[in-house]
């Protein structure tokens, strides 16, 4: 039996594999960045995740990226693919129009967001005849088409939110509004989650919030935008790192193990499905996996094309 000196299991000893994932990608720019993207889902589909999401530029930058991304997913592999819309810089008629053509190639997913304005740290403004927020967005949606949809939640609270409890209101009325589930900015602190969860289950929150998980191996890069999206970096996580800036090896080592102990931590609090924002890398999203019970469950998707 592998106990510590203190009697507490070991951190994996008791995951049984019995985990849900779902995984995030961006979309590409370049064909090598493509052919990364491509890589990666190949590598990460046997472990069956629940979904693939592929997230919307600011601004609506990527709407056409986004769409063929998610459309090829849709198209070529068994993956359910959850396409990342937002309101910013559109009108009403526009947004439907775009869902309407993910619902018409196929796509049933859609994570629903507000969105930031394109320039970092600009105050948000609804586009006079768009949707205001993205409680707004998800009730346009449902109007559209029966999607099943996504939400974003903040256990460290939205940097635009009064307080807590404001913050909470704004997640009920997105569910209230038809979401099915949250998933959660990234965040390092397990108790933040835990104490998050049930605060919204003492709302009546009842849809799953599934807890987002950025593996991390570039504390300095996560910084420049953690400020802005709701995520504190704790002081600790920049020790680690530190000296390893021309040790990409060790620093991945790092990386997979800080998120895999959280994911641990998380799992022994009762998590099950866990999101991963991959930035279309596979390993470090794929040895988490596995740290936490989770082996291939079927064919690649060239076995299943064959
Ligand atoms: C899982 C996940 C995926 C994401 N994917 C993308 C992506 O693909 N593309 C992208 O650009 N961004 C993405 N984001 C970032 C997101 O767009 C930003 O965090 C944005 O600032 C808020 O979006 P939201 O959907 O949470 O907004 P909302 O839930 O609409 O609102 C956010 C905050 O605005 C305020 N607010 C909203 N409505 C009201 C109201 N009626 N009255 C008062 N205050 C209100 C509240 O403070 C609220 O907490 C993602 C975030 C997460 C967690």
């Given amino acids: 039996m592998t106990t510590s000196p203190t009697g507490a299991p070991a951190l994996f000893e008791n995951v049984a594999g019995d985990i849900a994932v779902s995984f995030e990608f961006f979309p590409p720019k370049t064909e090598k960045m493509e052919q990364t993207l491509w890589e990666s889902i190949q590598t990460l589909a046997p472990l069956g995740p629940r979904f693939?999401?592929?997230?919307?530029?600011?601004g609506g930058s990527t709407r056409e990226r986004t769409h063929a991304t998610v459309a090829r997913i849709a198209r070529e592999t068994p993956l359910s693919a959850a396409a990342h819309l937002t309101c910013v810089q559109a009108t009403k008629d526009e947004i439907d129009e775009i869902?309407?053509?993910?619902?018409?190639?196929?796509?049933r997913h859609i994570v629903a967001l507000r969105g930031d304005m394109p320039t970092l740290g600009d105050p948000f403004e609804a586009h006079p005849e768009g949707y205001a927020?993205?409680?707004?967005?998800?009730?346009?949606?449902?109007?559209?088409?029966?999607?099943?949809?996504?939400v974003a939640a903040y256990p460290e609270c939205h940097p635009d939110s009064r307080n807590r409890a404001a913050d909470l209101d704004n997640l009920w009325r997105k569910i209230d509004a038809g979401a099915d589930r949250a998933i959660t900015q990234f965040f390092f602190s397990p108790e933040c989650f835990f104490r998050f969860r049930d605060q919204a289950a003492a709302m009546g929150i009842d849809a799953e919030i599934v807890p987002g998980i950025l593996p991390v191996s570039n504390v300095a890069q996560t910084r420049k935008f953690a400020g802005a999206c709701g995520a504190n970096i704790p002081d600790w996580m920049d020790r680690l790192f530190e000296?390893?800036?021309?040790?990409?090896?060790?620093?991945?080592l790092v990386a997979a193990t800080v998120a895999a102990e959280l994911c641990g931590r998380l799992y022994?609090?009762?998590v099950r499905h866990f999101h991963f924002y991959t930035l279309n890398r596979a390993e470090l999203s794929y040895a988490i996996c596995h740290l936490l019970g989770l082996r291939p469950r079927g064919a690649t998707i060239q076995e299943q094309a064959a």
């Fill in 99 to 107: 869902a309407r053509a993910y619902w018409d190639a196929g796509v």
């Fill in 133 to 150: 927020n993205a409680a707004e967005l998800v009730a346009g949606l449902k109007k559209i088409a029966p999607f099943e949809i996504s």
């Fill in 268 to 270: 022994a609090g009762g």
């Fill in 243 to 252: 000296g390893l800036d021309d040790l990409p090896a060790a620093r991945q």
């Fill in 52 to 58: 693939v999401s592929v997230t919307y530029g600011a």
